[in-house]
């Protein structure tokens, strides 16, 4: 598991989603040290990111970065966060529905 990249991809769907970090690995059911302990070397057990996984609404593999974000341009992502996030509601749910079209589109 590339801990930096896991890292990296939770605050990026946290800051997507408007939530911070801590919020999310709480409400999760996670804990809310998550990315503190895995940032100092802890490895999460699989239970803990399939529960953020879910509440974030991407897949482990997405989280973990397997998959998705991994293959953009790190140095591209926090210019496309503050694009996403300048937009209203409604634009930034027909970017997500957008998305998760072109993703399930890759799947067929």
Known sequence: MDRQLFVQNIKLYCQLRGIKPTVACRESG??????NNIEAGSIPSVEKVQLL????G???????????????AIQDQPYLVMRYNSLSPEEQEKVMTFIDFLATQGKK
């Open 30 to 35: 996670a804990g809310p040290n998550l990315v």
């Open 53 to 56: 996984a879910q509440y974030l």
């Open 58 to 72: 991407v897949t482990t593999s997405e989280l973990l970065g397997e998959t998705g974000p991994k293959n953009l």
